[in-house]
């Protein structure tokens, strides 16, 4: 059984920063691909980022050189440090992770973009 539990969601002004963390209980977290996914109300989920195993990391477009995504094989986590954070990113934002045929995700955490 596979759980994801995201933390680090909050409010930040424009051009602010936050990191969120995903912790993953399960098995053989160093061989699996981790994402970010984010979700606006009545919207599909959309990638943000994934990281693979071997640590290399894919971003959509819209994050490009603002959202870093890392991990920590050792505490079985996976980060995602967003800079330079607009209002246009204020989303729910989930870890996820595929194992076989299933997608799995976490509860998600709340990001507003304001002033």
């Known amino acids: 059984q596979v759980q994801l539990v995201e933390s680090g969601g909050g409010l930040v002004q424009p051009g602010g920063s936050l990191r969120l963390s995903c912790t993953y209980s399960g098995s053989d977290f160093n061989s699996k691909t981790l994402g970010w996914y984010r979700q606006i109300p009545k919207k599909e989920h959309e990638w943000v980022a994934f990281i693979t195993s071997g640590g290399v990391q894919k971003y959509v477009d819209s994050v490009k050189g603002r959202f870093t995504i890392s991990r920590d094989n050792a505490k079985n986590s996976v980060d995602l440090q967003m800079n330079s954070l607009q209002p246009e990113d204020t989303a729910v934002y989930y870890c996820?992770?595929?194992?076989?045929?299933?997608?799995?995700w976490g509860q998600g955490t709340q990001v507003t973009v304001s002033s």
């Open positions: 996820s992770v595929r194992l076989g045929s299933n997608r799995y």
